[in-house]
């Protein structure tokens, strides 16, 4: 904080200190992750919904209980329908192969003789209303009339309708409940609920047919639902919007929409506004069941990254890049979903107010706490405390906060469900966020939501199935950057870097004999952010210092991002040409002051902001300096941009740029862009895309549906010098599998030991384990230096390099290789026997290709570990056991391993396990004896 003074205004001081001094009281105000942020009030249909509670019906109108019990009566009805026509040829999915043709089935048979099922269902319902217990018989028999006129319109249709799409049969069933099946047991197929509001009678299709190609339903609530199959990846008529259904195989397209006309959705399950309430969210919401589909992966990387995901609990919110979003999102956001039984679900990418979560935490309504959950008194848990908002910034405005998503489902177990939402904007009643405010795009106010839903045999075959359509890379990051550690300079000099600290950091390198690959001058070499030029005063001599370091083994890179502040020489020129995004309007005082109250580094932040008369454009990022953001939306304005980057390239020498920022929450408030954004994250797109694929030496940290097909590293967040899942060291190895599942293989770990925050330092444990762990990932990076943790650290980490030295040939071997087909370079324990159900929940091991399993130690004080390894026979690398500066060193035994069972391996301090398969390649090439190694077993 105090390297931000010198280049800050002269309220930086000021921002920063109370800043630091309230993240205590912050922090506190949530109890350690007691977020008081609520669920999304949009849930599928719940059969069991009353209103029994005298105290709750006392503040209900009848109209609303009424509306709950027709609710209740049709689920239940349905239900009982789908029991029943699960049996029926009806909708049975072709089973002999002269029925795997596509198909669909109709309701034409049923209209003259109503099935038997239709017969059961209503006989169902009948009795199901008959014991139903209400509070007066006169709402009763009203109720119980309703029901039966609705089924009697609805009875002489078939109970469902089917279409079939390769080996895949979808069945649509009137109350917007939809399952898919693929010949498997009943237990695995994915059940999907459609939004349709809490009134019985919206559950009256008024539409109900299929044709060969098309499901088509319609409802009384004025909600449609339209199940096609996707489009031939190899029909060159497919539109360029529908590219991310290309190559789907077995899979059916949902369209869903809900007209602005449409009845608000209330949760049953959650109700902190009357149901007739204006605040219910306003969407078209499709939801999966998880426990349907097993164990689950993707989505996006968190800043609480849990591998499986179902063992957190994801708030629903947006669902775009955020440096630490409002519900724990990051910078590498995808749209597809797999499972363990082999469900892959994927959302268009850009659907209209994109809202996502899984596993959402179960809420009361405001102020009264659920007993036993992680709100359990919280605020007290009076009734008359309001459901408090929380405000939510970018970077150094969330300290302090609690890190999302929350875990402890054992406290709460979440809703157990995947929740997809179009909503008409942004806005949220619980969360203040930098796109709340945004208006929306024109148009015809109809929350539209496309989601193709497919079954494959396993959940590798299913994530390569949600991999297919993705662009691929075609080429891979130099051989050099992804079997040598890059070392940079963030962590060690921060903003104070300068000519001089850089060549020392260089040259201690050299003398020690560590590999090198690049080294990344970060923050801050210009004079002012924004300039591409290099300060005069800290480098006075920056081509001298390039042509060293090169000298030295190093390609030397820069950090960049698309920001400038109004003093810079780039901001003066690109302002005068239009070039920098601005705002439609300044945001009024109080409407600031209103958003930031809730939290008070926030509201400081605000109140400074509003002191100092920010000028139109500007926005504070993690940095104290007011800035503006480069309008990447205009052609001019990004070749502008790669103009300057390649004349600093001819003027001094330097290899390429690491590419930070680019997430769309570092936009001004109502971005006023040269080119509308067809979604906010079209911004992260066009930053990937459009400016930093063009350098050979470059990173970046941001990702979404589009940029998978460059051969850039994508970095993962920063990281703060800590051990837990909490965006520590534990994260590490989830977020690296979640990277791969999302279509991202050159994952770049964050730098070894962490960034050294808000004064934390790696202890020498912390240092060693994370070198370890990051030894054998896709590229390696340091910044603080080893030796300066302890000698002892500085030995053990170059013995990491070592290691990965053994395996450089193979690592870009698998890199180029996934340059090519998408798969992910460090795979998941699941992806190399994907049948394995041990594997689904290994969280702190990865494989490196499919010949090499890495279980590295990630809790702290551990000196042994149980270790899981798939199907086969596997060799346990032998270590080297000494101490630094013994020259008596000892080779560990030699040791086979089935594959198949959990075992306990001695994992001290000096030691990485590393598992090689026996017969492999791999192991040939590194002089492995298979034939000794079984004697030593």
Same mark, same amino acid.
């Given at each position: 904080?105090?390297?931000?003074?010198?280049?800050?205004?002269?309220?930086?001081?000021?921002?920063?200190?109370?800043?630091?001094?309230?993240?205590?009281?912050?922090?506190?105000?949530?109890?350690?992750?007691?977020?008081?942020? $609520?669920?999304?009030?949009?849930?599928?249909? $719940?059969?069991?919904?009353?209103?029994?509670?005298?105290?709750?019906?006392?503040?209900?109108?009848?109209?609303?209980?009424?509306?709950?019990?027709?609710?209740?009566?049709?689920?239940?009805?349905?239900?009982?329908?789908?029991?029943?026509?699960?049996?029926?040829?009806?909708?049975?999915?072709?089973?002999?192969?002269?029925?795997?043709?596509?198909?669909?089935?109709?309701?034409?048979?049923?209209?003259?003789?109503?099935?038997?099922?239709?017969?059961?269902?209503?006989?169902?319902?009948?009795?199901?209303?008959?014991?139903?217990?209400?509070?007066?018989?006169?709402?009763?028999?009203?109720?119980?009339?309703?029901?039966?006129?609705?089924?009697?319109?609805?009875?002489?249709?078939?109970?469902?309708?089917?279409?079939?799409?390769?080996?895949?049969?979808?069945?649509?069933?009137?109350?917007?409940?939809?399952?898919?099946?693929?010949?498997?047991?009943?237990?695995?197929?994915?059940?999907?609920?459609?939004?349709?509001?809490?009134?019985?009678?919206?559950?009256?299709?008024?539409?109900?047919?299929?044709?060969?190609?098309?499901?088509?339903?319609?409802?009384?609530?004025?909600?449609?639902?339209?199940?096609?199959?996707?489009?031939?990846?190899?029909?060159?008529?497919?539109?360029?919007?529908?590219?991310?259904?290309?190559?789907?195989?077995?899979?059916?397209?949902?369209?869903?929409?809900?007209?602005?006309?449409?009845?608000?959705?209330?949760?049953?399950?959650?109700?902190?506004?009357?149901?007739?309430?204006?605040?219910?969210?306003?969407?078209?919401?499709?939801?999966?069941?998880?426990?349907?589909?097993?164990?689950?992966?993707?989505?996006?990387?968190?800043?609480?990254?849990?591998?499986?995901?179902?063992?957190?609990?994801?708030?629903?919110?947006?669902?775009?890049?955020?440096?630490?979003?409002?519900?724990?999102?990051?910078?590498?956001?995808?749209?597809?979903?797999?499972?363990?039984?082999?469900?892959?679900?994927?959302?268009?990418?850009?659907? !209209?107010?994109?809202?996502?979560?899984?596993?959402?935490?179960?809420?009361?309504?405001?102020?009264?706490?659920?007993?036993?959950?992680?709100?359990?008194?919280?605020?007290?848990?009076?009734?008359?405390?309001?459901?408090?908002?929380?405000?939510?910034?970018?970077?150094?405005?969330?300290?302090?906060?609690?890190?999302?998503?929350?875990?402890?489902?054992?406290?709460?177990?979440?809703?157990?469900?995947?929740?997809?939402?179009?909503?008409?904007?942004?806005?949220?009643?619980?969360?203040?966020?930098?796109?709340?405010?945004?208006? @929306?795009?024109?148009?015809?106010?109809?929350?539209?939501?496309?989601?193709?839903?497919?079954?494959?045999?396993?959940?590798?075959?299913?994530?390569?199935?949600?991999?297919?359509?993705?662009?691929?890379?075609? !080429?891979?990051?130099?051989?050099?950057?992804?079997?040598?550690?890059?070392?940079?300079?963030?962590?060690?000099?921060?903003?104070?870097?300068?000519?001089?600290?850089?060549?020392?950091?260089?040259?201690?390198?050299?003398?020690?004999?560590?590999?090198?690959?690049?080294?990344?001058?970060?923050?801050?070499?210009?004079?002012?952010?924004?300039?591409?030029?290099?300060?005069?005063?800290?480098?006075?001599?920056?081509?001298?210092?390039?042509?060293?370091?090169?000298?030295?083994? #190093?390609?030397?890179?820069?950090?960049?991002?698309?920001?400038?502040?109004?003093?810079?020489?780039?901001?003066?020129?690109?302002?005068?040409?239009?070039?920098?995004?601005?705002?439609?309007?300044?945001?009024?005082?109080?409407?600031?002051?209103?958003?930031?109250?809730?939290?008070?580094?926030?509201?400081?932040?605000?109140?400074?902001?509003?002191?100092?008369?920010?000028?139109?454009?500007?926005? !504070?990022?993690?940095?104290?300096?007011?800035?503006?953001?480069?309008?990447?939306?205009?052609?001019?304005?990004?070749?502008?941009?790669?103009?300057?980057?390649?004349?600093?390239?001819?003027?001094?020498?330097?290899?390429? #740029?690491?590419?930070?920022?680019?997430?769309?929450?570092?936009?001004?408030?109502?971005?006023?862009?040269?080119?509308?954004?067809?979604?906010?994250?079209?911004?992260?797109?066009?930053?990937?895309?459009?400016?930093?694929?063009?350098?050979?030496?470059?990173?970046? !940290?941001?990702?979404?549906?589009?940029?998978?097909?460059?051969?850039?590293?994508?970095?993962?967040?920063?990281?703060?010098?800590?051990?837990?899942?909490?965006?520590?060291?534990?994260?590490?190895?989830?977020?690296?599998?979640?990277?791969?599942?999302?279509?991202?293989?050159?994952?770049?770990?964050?730098?070894?030991?962490?960034?050294?925050?808000?004064?934390?330092?790696?202890?020498?444990?912390?240092?060693?384990?994370?070198?370890?762990?990051?030894?054998?990932?896709?590229?390696?990076?340091?910044?603080?230096?080893?030796?300066?943790?302890?000698?002892?650290?500085?030995?053990?980490?170059?013995?990491?390099?070592?290691?990965?030295?053994?395996?450089?040939?193979?690592?870009?071997?698998?890199?180029?290789?996934?340059?090519?087909?998408?798969?992910?370079?460090?795979?998941?324990?699941?992806?190399?026997?994907?049948?394995?159900?041990?594997?689904?929940?290994?969280?702190?091991?990865?494989?490196?290709?499919?010949?090499?399993?890495?279980?590295?130690?990630?809790?702290?004080?551990?000196?042994?570990?149980?270790?899981?390894?798939?199907?086969?026979?596997?060799?346990?690398?032998?270590?080297?056991?000494?101490?630094?500066?013994?020259?008596?060193?000892?080779?560990?035994?030699?040791?086979?391993?089935?594959?198949?069972?959990?075992?306990?391996?001695?994992? @001290?301090?000096?030691?990485?396990?590393?598992?090689?398969?026996?017969?492999?390649?791999?192991?040939?090439?590194?002089?492995?004896?298979?034939?000794?190694?079984?004697?030593?077993?």
């Amino acid at each position: 904080v105090v390297d931000e003074w010198k280049s800050a205004d002269i309220f930086a001081p000021l921002y920063t200190s109370a800043l630091v001094l309230m993240a205590p009281l912050t922090y506190n105000w949530c109890e350690g992750g007691r977020s008081p942020t $609520r669920q999304a009030r949009i849930s599928p249909l $719940r059969p069991r919904v009353t209103c029994s509670d005298p105290a709750a019906s006392s503040k209900r109108s009848t109209s609303s209980c009424d509306k709950r019990r027709h609710h209740a009566l049709r689920a239940e009805s349905h239900k009982s329908n789908r029991q029943t026509a699960n049996s029926a040829s009806v909708s049975a999915p072709p089973t002999s192969p002269s029925q795997t043709n596509n198909t669909a089935t109709t309701s034409d048979d049923a209209t003259n003789a109503p099935s038997a099922a239709a017969a059961a269902a209503a006989a169902a319902l009948d009795l199901t209303t008959t014991t139903t217990t209400t509070a007066t018989a006169t709402t009763t028999t009203t109720t119980q009339q309703q029901v039966k006129s609705t089924w009697t319109r609805v009875k002489s249709r078939a109970p469902t309708l089917s279409l079939t799409s390769g080996a895949v049969a979808c069945v649509v069933y009137p109350d917007g409940v939809l399952e898919l099946s693929d010949g498997r047991a009943s237990e695995r197929r994915p059940r999907v609920h459609l939004s349709l509001g809490a009134n019985a009678l919206a559950h009256d299709p008024v539409r109900w047919n299929a044709n060969d190609n098309k499901i088509v339903v319609e409802w009384v609530c004025g909600s449609t639902l339209e199940v096609t199959r996707p489009p031939n990846h190899e029909d060159a008529a497919v539109s360029e919007k529908d590219w991310w259904l290309r190559g789907r195989k077995n899979a059916v397209l949902v369209n869903f929409r809900v007209p602005s006309t449409a009845e608000p959705v209330p949760s049953p399950d959650f109700q902190p506004y009357p149901d007739e309430g204006p605040h219910a969210p306003r969407a078209a919401e499709v939801s999966v069941e998880l426990d349907q589909g097993g164990s689950w992966y993707g989505g996006a990387h968190l800043m609480r990254q849990h591998w499986p995901l179902e063992e957190g609990r994801w708030e629903v919110g947006p669902h775009l890049p955020f440096d630490n979003g409002p519900h724990g999102i990051g910078m590498l956001v995808g749209c597809h979903w797999v499972s363990s039984h082999g469900v892959c679900v994927a959302v268009d990418p850009e659907s !209209r107010g994109l809202h996502a979560g899984l596993n959402a935490p179960l809420r009361s309504r405001p102020g009264r706490a659920v007993p036993g959950s992680t709100l359990d008194g919280y605020r007290g848990g009076r009734e008359e405390d309001p459901w408090p908002r929380r405000a939510w910034g970018v970077g150094v405005q969330n300290c302090g906060r609690p890190l999302l998503p929350l875990g402890d489902i054992a406290q709460d177990a979440g809703d157990r469900m995947l929740r997809l939402q179009s909503r008409l904007g942004w806005e949220d009643d619980g969360v203040v966020h930098p796109w709340c405010r945004v208006a @929306p795009r024109d148009d015809d106010g109809t929350a539209s939501l496309r989601v193709c839903l497919s079954v494959s045999p396993d959940v590798r075959e299913a994530t390569t199935s949600a991999l297919a359509p993705m662009p691929r890379p075609g !080429r891979s990051p130099p051989d050099k950057i992804v079997q040598h550690p890059i070392w940079c300079t963030w962590a060690r000099d921060h903003s104070g870097v300068t000519q001089d600290s850089v060549m020392t950091y260089a040259r201690q390198i050299a003398e020690r004999g560590l590999p090198r690959s690049a080294m990344e001058i970060d923050d801050r070499w210009q004079q002012r952010y924004g300039d591409i030029h290099f300060c005069p005063s800290k480098f006075p001599t920056a081509k001298e210092m390039v042509d060293e370091l090169h000298d030295l083994g #190093f390609k030397v890179t820069l950090w960049v991002t698309p920001f400038a502040e109004a003093a810079s020489e780039t901001y003066r020129e690109g302002a005068a040409l239009g070039y920098y995004v601005t705002s439609h309007s300044a945001t009024p005082a109080s409407e600031e002051f209103e958003l930031g109250i809730s939290l008070p580094g926030t509201a400081l932040k605000f109140a400074v902001d509003l002191f100092q008369n920010l000028e139109n454009g500007m926005f !504070r990022w993690w940095g104290t300096q007011p800035v503006a953001a480069l309008d990447l939306t205009n052609p001019k304005a990004v070749r502008w941009f790669l103009a300057k980057l390649r004349k600093l390239q001819e003027e001094t020498g330097v290899d390429g #740029f690491k590419f930070d920022a680019g997430e769309p929450c570092f936009l001004p408030s109502r971005a006023n862009t040269h080119a509308e954004l067809a979604h906010p994250a079209e911004y992260t797109r066009l930053w990937v895309t459009e400016v930093a694929r063009h350098f050979e030496w470059a990173e970046v !940290r941001c990702g979404w549906p589009g940029t998978s097909g460059t051969h850039l590293l994508t970095r993962m967040g920063d990281k703060d010098s800590m051990w837990g899942i909490g965006n520590g060291l534990r994260a590490l190895v989830p977020q690296l599998l979640t990277a791969g599942v999302l279509g991202y293989p050159f994952c770049l770990p964050d730098m070894v030991g962490g960034n050294c925050y808000w004064g934390q330092s790696p202890s020498e444990e912390l240092m060693v384990r994370w070198a370890q762990t990051s030894s054998l990932m896709p590229a390696v990076q340091f910044s603080l230096p080893p030796w300066r943790v302890s000698e002892r650290a500085a030995g053990l980490c170059a013995e990491s390099l070592a290691i990965r030295g053994r395996f450089a040939r193979e690592i870009a071997r698998i890199a180029k290789d996934s340059a090519v087909s998408l798969e992910p370079m460090c795979r998941p324990m699941w992806w190399l026997d994907p049948h394995d159900t041990s594997s689904f929940s290994v969280n702190d091991q990865y494989s490196l290709g499919n010949d090499v399993v890495v279980a590295p130690v990630v809790e702290r004080g551990a000196k042994s570990r149980s270790v899981y390894l798939p199907h086969g026979f596997w060799r346990e690398l032998p270590t080297w056991e000494c101490r630094v500066g013994d020259d008596r060193c000892v080779e560990s035994p030699l040791v086979v391993h089935e594959g198949r069972q959990t075992f306990q391996v001695d994992a @001290p301090l000096a030691k990485l396990p590393v598992f090689v398969r026996v017969g492999s390649r791999v192991e040939a090439e590194l002089g492995l004896t298979s034939a000794a190694a079984m004697r030593g077993n």
